[in-house]
């Protein structure tokens, strides 16, 4: 817009969000006259053809409603607040704060990370605008009060105080980064879905359909199978009977009482929409009707919540399989960062070394290990020229996952706490050549829960990969920070004298 309108943009962007909120756009659910067709436009809000963008509703949303484009919730008027109106209030925002999925060729996201926020860290981009929900009312002290009361009995608030804490580069590190090639590997973990096992997914899930003898529904009761099994010479006698007389709105309706929204549906799948899934695949699906059976808008509802039942049986019985894909290396470009956390678990460091100037820490145990890097730092500088740490924040692009395919933690994903990025004395090149995988453990969780990690760990000791500029990443990592006590963190001890003083081969 920007470009294109130059010294109009603001005069044009005010008039293109005028036009797109007419009253022409607006849907008033409380007019009966137009029930159905309301229906229909309201359980398909995300569909492209579909111009809504303001609903007007009282008390129509509450029950069997879902949406995935829901940005704003306006509560007009000042109706006294109680327990009963901010509980549905919550359960309206609730219904509405999902993210919106989405792909963009500036990302290289895998499929698995497609269908979680991206941006909670990064708010400055403004794509960080498609996640967000904003609820809108009048300044009423009271009913805010409940209502947030009411938003963490439902889970949509966090359990504690959370702040806003920003994560600044080091000034010194800066240069580092500005001066070095800097490269991080990770791998992925993929769903398995070529185009073969999709097609004999699809033709299973249709087969299994096809065919299903349908109850005989009367007064939106299903009779008992005793009934059911009197009449079922019946289905001999008639005909199989496709669905496509039954109107969508009935299958759109259904799946937002069984919760099934689109992109549950199309997890094993490639339907375009859900027009697409119920005109082009349930639609077309041969059933089996009782003689008796009557088609009004009650049963056609139970027929397609019955249809759509035996549905999301057989899709949670399809086993979802994942492959794990090899390290691959991508361009360091990780800079200023921004997390909601406890306050009190943030803390301004000294440390030169360490990336972000403010660490977060879960225990005392992540403090002792950056209490032991700076004791030991006159040790590295002897063998690295250039190094640092980074505190993992959770931050996507550390997440590695097991490749080990006899293991049974196969394809199971995990941060570790502190990635070390050096480049050693000798090397003549400006180029980080190592990255280093550090994980800090209590000692109870290092010898069960969580032992698989540190042997995963020790199977990418001295793995090398090839950056697309043909330099070699060597990937290092070290057995559990446990205690600084030498008696119960000896190995990680020994190992990272080995780090300090290895040699590797490029």
Aim: with cysteine; glycine share 2%.
């Amino acid at each position: 817009f920007k470009k294109e309108y130059q010294n109009t943009y603001a005069k044009t962007i005010v008039n293109f969000l005028k036009n797109n909120f007419k009253t022409l756009y607006m849907l008033n659910t409380n007019d009966d006259k137009e029930l159905e067709k309301n229906q229909i436009l309201l359980n398909s809000l995300e569909e492209k053809d579909n111009q809504i963008r303001v609903i007007f509703c009282v008390d129509k949303l509450n029950e069997g409603w879902d949406v995935l484009n829901l940005f704003d919730i306006v509560r007009l008027g000042n109706k006294k607040a109680s327990k009963t109106i901010t509980t549905k209030e919550a359960q309206l925002i609730g219904r509405g704060a999902r993210y919106y999925s989405f792909k963009s060729d500036l990302f290289d996201f895998d499929d698995e990370f497609r269908f979680k926020r991206k941006y909670d860290s990064d708010l400055e981009n403004e794509l960080n605008a498609l996640e967000k929900l904003t609820y809108h009312t009048r300044n009423d002290v009271e009913f805010i009060k409940q209502l947030n009361e009411s938003m963490n009995k439902e889970g949509l608030l966090f359990e504690e105080e959370k702040t806003r804490i920003d994560l600044i580069v080091n000034e010194k590190i800066k240069e580092i980064i500005k001066n070095n090639k800097i490269y991080y590997a990770n791998n992925k973990r993929i769903k398995k879905r070529d185009l073969k096992n999709f097609y004999i997914t699809r033709i299973e899930m249709e087969q299994k359909i096809k065919g299903l003898q349908i109850p005989y529904f009367s007064n939106s009761i299903k009779e008992s199978e005793e009934k059911f099994e009197e009449i079922k010479e019946e289905y001999d006698l008639q005909k199989p009977s496709a669905l496509n007389h039954i109107d969508n709105i009935y299958f759109l309706k259904a799946m937002n009482i069984l919760g099934l929204d689109f992109n549950k549906i199309n997890e094993n799948f490639t339907f375009k929409s859900k027009k697409d899934f119920i005109e082009n695949c349930l639609k077309n699906t041969v059933v089996c009707f009782s003689k008796r059976q009557e088609f009004n808008q009650i049963n056609n509802l139970e027929i397609a919540k019955y249809i759509l039942e035996n549905f999301k049986s057989l899709k949670q019985n399809i086993k979802q399989e994942y492959e794990v894909s090899e390290f691959i290396t991508h361009e360091f470009n990780i800079g200023n960062k921004v997390v909601f956390k406890n306050k009190e678990n943030f803390k301004e460091m000294n440390f030169e070394w360490l990336y972000h100037k403010t660490f977060c820490f879960d225990s005392n145990l992540e403090k002792e290990f950056l209490n032991f890097i700076e004791v030991k730092k006159d040790e590295i500088n002897k063998v690295f020229s250039k190094w640092f740490v980074i505190r993992n924040e959770g931050f996507e692009e550390f997440k590695i996952y097991d490749n080990r395919k006899d293991e049974v933690t196969y394809a199971m994903g995990f941060e570790p706490d502190f990635i070390f990025f050096g480049k050693k004395n000798k090397d003549d090149d400006n180029f980080l050549s190592i990255q280093c995988f550090i994980e800090t453990k209590g000692e109870h969780l290092a010898i069960a829960k969580d032992a698989w990690k540190e042997e995963f760990l020790e199977t990418l000791k001295g793995k090398i990969i090839t950056t697309k500029d043909d330099k070699k990443l060597t990937l290092q990592s070290l057995p559990f920070f446990i205690n600084k006590n030498f008696n119960i963190n000896d190995k990680f001890l020994s190992s990272f004298d080995e780090f300090v003083s290895f040699q590797d081969e490029r």
